[in-house]
């Protein structure tokens, strides 16, 4: 098992950094721990939840991992063929065709059902699934679920309790209901990316897909409420998040301030433009990153880390509004105060004095870093094939109902047998059948 994680981990790295030399090499391999399992007994937050779900790629599948991981079953309806087109998105390891890192990262703790839903059969398989069924979760253009059948009201007569989620680009009604969208798209068109970046340059995009990440927990906390209000109602509904909804959100209070200013938001850069200094800073032996968010915190970077109360003595250093002004000046000052000591040095003085600051890290040292191993962030799982794959955590921690145990993404049709006997009660010559038919995989 060491053998096959070690070179799992070395198909990783090779992948992801390349552009890091010999002598930075991080060693993360030895940093991997075990993931800790959860108390023997514990309840779980979702226990008895069934989850159908017919969603692809980020957004969807973000949202029904993280009730997967609260303890909701979710069996993941997959083209036959191909399966999620996620799946595919490199690295994917040879070992492991159709399984690779991205769609490991958004699809543990499910169950895969590879069925044909262009087929008479597996249509009827599907409503029989979702007649068992909390919620149904769908993230296809608008239209194509009704065409399949399997449309909201369609789901709601076999199950009137049915909570149905659906996940869109600009909605399911509306003049712009028929426009395909996808992250980097909505980050241009809510304003997002003009919001990012440096004022001499065109607005940058997050590579990270926040407004998709964003949109899977926008998703499931309506799927969430939605089961809260049948306890309530003992009716299920329909609930909508839209991705450019959700990025209009995500451009935070600036609409507000476009608004009330009666003008446009402009890019800063690396630096505030309401707190100063707020902003990338240079030590003697790197980056980073400091948050002085109010005239307090200033005040004790001044006297506490700095030993130079005299900054304060300048009348405008001495408040936020001055500061501002007074940037391109006080930037060149900080920096070469904070060149005579190395990062550890500043570091410890300015977290003994409450100043909010981190160090400016790539994303292979944030995994090494004393923070995420003392979180145990990253930590390796059990997978059929590999021995261990990585994870990365839930970010949730509930003691009462902890998290279940992460179980790494399925292969297409892993499960299909065990759902169609152990849910709808087929023997196993119906699905010897149903594979002759090419219904299911």
């Keep these: 098992m060491l053998d096959a994680a070690c070179n799992l981990f070395s198909f990783w790295y090779d992948q992801n950094m390349h552009d890091v030399t010999d002598n930075d090499k991080l060693n993360l391999i030895p940093r991997f721990p075990a993931c800790e399992p959860r108390a023997a007994g514990a309840p779980k937050a979702l226990d008895g939840i069934r989850i159908i779900d017919f969603t692809h790629f980020i957004a969807g599948p973000l949202a029904t991992m993280i009730l997967a991981d609260m303890g909701a079953e979710v069996i993941k309806i997959e083209s ?15 070992e492991t065709p159709g399984r690779g890192v991205p769609f490991k990262w958004s699809n543990r703790n499910k169950q895969s059902l590879a069925l044909d839903l262009k087929s008479e059969e597996g ?19 608008t239209g194509v679920m009704e065409r399949l059948g399997l449309g909201y009201e369609q789901c709601r007569e076999v199950n009137p309790r049915i909570i149905y989620c659906t996940v869109s680009a600009y909605g399911r009604t509306g003049e712009f209901a028929d426009r395909l969208g ?89 630096v505030s433009p309401d707190t100063s200094p707020s902003g990338v800073l240079h030590c003697q032996d790197g980056a980073f990153y400091i948050n002085c968010g109010n005239d307090k915190i200033f005040r004790r970077l001044a006297t506490q880390v700095l030993d130079r109360p005299d900054l304060l003595d300048d009348p405008e250093l001495a408040n936020r509004n001055g500061r501002m002004i ?26 003994a004095a409450s100043v909010p600051c981190g160090e400016v890290r790539s994303v292979g040292q944030a995994i090494a870093s004393p923070e995420s191993i003392s979180r145990a962030i990253v930590h390796r799982i059990e997978d059929p094939q590999l021995g261990w794959v990585p994870n990365v955590a839930s970010p949730i921690r509930m003691k009462g109902t902890p998290l279940v145990d992460p179980v790494a993404a399925p292969s297409v049709g892993a499960d299909t047998d065990k759902i169609l006997m152990d849910v709808l009660g087929l023997s196993s010559a119906d699905i010897k059948d149903l594979r002759r038919q090419n219904v299911v995989r």
């Design 80 to 94: 036959p063929e191909r399966g999620d087109e996620f799946r595919y998105y490199p690295p994917v390891r040879p």
């Design 123 to 141: 249509r009827r398989i599907a409503l029989e699934l979702i007649a068992t069924a909390d919620i149904v979760a769908e993230n296809f253009s």
């Design 182 to 270: 996808f992250d980097p798209v909505a980050q241009a068109e809510s304003g997002f990316m003009s919001m990012n970046g440096y004022p001499d340059r065109d607005g940058v995009r997050t590579l990270s897909p926040v407004i998709d990440i964003s949109t899977a927990m926008m998703a499931s906390n309506a799927m969430l409420g939605a089961l809260v209000a049948r306890n309530h109602t003992n009716e299920g509904q329909e609930v909508e998040v839209a991705l450019f909804d959700n990025a209009m959100l995500m451009t935070g209070y600036a609409p507000l301030q476009t608004i009330y200013y009666e003008e446009d938001t402009k890019r800063h850069g690396n």
């Design 326 to 351: 007074a940037r391109d000046r006080l930037f060149p000052l900080l920096n070469d105060i904070f060149a005579e000591r190395p990062w550890a040095y500043w570091q410890k003085r300015m977290r």
